[in-house]
């Protein structure tokens, strides 16, 4: 039986009727059915540079190492909620929303619970939402603390909308990235695919979402993401470092697209966006399809 030799930089993902083929170097991706035939296919894949012309073993095979994000305390992304008071009346907004604990602001004490509970772990991203984060009384200087008191690479500040206001400079040189959600949806409604060697290795591990995710509320609850029905603690009980080192988050965590119904039959699954808590409120089931996904793999 003849067979192809994929570039040490090409992985191949069964679904359950075709394969994807995942171009980690050059962060394409492609679909073959089965069955055909294969040196059409070669030829093919040779074209797109998939594979090794030649017959010499392979020296390596390329990998992302993501134990660190098993052996110690990361967190990916850090979402904290400062306000449930918003004064945008955003019609598509409608009633508060039920996953959320409260309409007042974040209060200081909590605010510095938070940030010494983090500060010493590792943190990737912070997502600063509300409501709207700028109606919090001294908001700026609420902003202010949490870029300078905790350790994370990036940060953002998530509206559902926002004006281009005197405000949006002084953010921007403050560190924060500003980001809406209707710019959010709509980057997830056009291109649910990323391919890229760790979101590919990443996704064998952990959740798209909700992987290495740590959210609290504004009240101090802590959650597997704001959005979420279920409540792991709160600050000014629990501490982070003890839930996540006790396990309590990797049922959510570690809630791969290999244990999703439909999802784990899909050929793209390691590549795909996901949203546990949409499909947790449209179909009832945390490990059921993603709602809005149109494509069937069976």
Known sequence: MKKIRLSPF???????????????????????????????????FLEKELVCNTERVVPFKFQVDVSNFKEKIIIREL????????????????????CFKGD???SGDTLKTLIQ?????????????????????????????????????KFKLLFTAFDETREANRLKEMGFEIITSHKLISEITEDQMKIDAFTFFYQQ????????????????????????????????E??????????????????????????NLCEYRYGCFDCRVAAQKGMGSLTTKTVGCSYNPR
């Not at 170097?25 to 059915?33: D, E, I, K, S």
């Not at 979402?79 to 039920?98: H, K, L, W």
């Not at 991203?125 to 870029?147: C, F, H, K, Q, Y």
């Not at 629990?238 to 999802?263: M, P, Q």
């Open 117 to 153: 509970q983090v500060k010493n772990i590792p943190v990737h991203e912070v997502v600063v939402t509300g409501g709207n984060p700028l109606i919090v009384p001294d908001a700026l200087d609420v902003l202010s603390m949490i870029r300078k008191e905790i350790p994370a690479k």
């Open 205 to 236: 591990e952990f959740n798209p979402c909700w992987g290495n995710l740590v959210a609290v509320d504004v009240d101090g609850t802590i959650k597997p993401c704001l959005w979420a029905e279920d409540a792991l603690g709160n600050i000014h």
């Open 104 to 106: 007042g602001d974040i």
């Open 238 to 263: 629990n501490n982070i470092r003890e839930l996540v080192t006790s396990g309590a988050f990797d049922h959510y965590w570690e809630l791969t697209k290999d244990k999703i119904d439909t999802c």
């Open 79 to 98: 979402q904290i909620r400062v306000t449930g008071r918003c004064n945008e009346n955003c019609p598509e907004c409608g009633q508060p929303c039920c």
């Open 10 to 44: 090409v992985f191949k993902v069964k679904g359950a009727k075709n394969y994807a083929f995942f171009d980690l170097l050059n962060r394409v991706l492609f679909q073959a059915a089965p069955g055909g035939d294969i040196d059409e296919l070669k030829e093919f």
